[in-house]
């Protein structure tokens, strides 16, 4: 089991910045593939960005690159999304999940709860 937990989220202004972080525990998340979706009231969940922990391979979205960033750090078992450039429709609860082989967006074994990321404008 991997248990994963969300934070960093909170209110920010139009153009400003938040870094999420994605905390995994249990068994080693050596070989997975993290990746950070998010959810809009009223609209269906959306793929942001992954991770592969091992080789650090990263993808993002095509909605969020040149803004969003997403790296981990090996000491901490943490993957983190920085995100700048913030607007209001990035505003959305932030899901990260685990998963062994991840071909597709539905791929993932494990999800956190999430962190709200609300932004004003």
């Known amino acids: 089991q991997v248990q994963l937990v969300e934070s960093g989220g909170g209110l920010v202004q139009a153009g400003g910045s938040l870094r999420l972080s994605c905390a995994a525990s249990?068994?080693?998340?050596?070989?997975?593939?993290i990746g950070w979706f998010r959810q809009a009231p009223g609209k269906e969940r959306e793929f942001i960005a992954r991770?592969?922990?091992?080789?650090?391979?990263?993808y993002l979205a095509d909605s969020v690159k040149g803004r969003f960033t997403i790296s981990r750090e090996y000491a901490k078992n943490t993957v983190y999304l920085r995100m700048n450039s913030l607007k209001p429709e990035d505003t959305a609860v932030y899901y990260c999940?685990?998963?062994?082989?991840?071909?597709?967006?539905?791929?993932?074994?494990?999800w956190g709860q999430g962190t709200q990321v609300t932004v004003s404008s």
């Open positions: 249990g068994r080693t998340v050596s070989g997975y593939t």
């Open positions: 991770i592969g922990w091992s080789a650090g391979t990263t």
């Open positions: 999940a685990a998963g062994r082989v991840v071909v597709t967006n539905t791929d993932y074994d494990y």
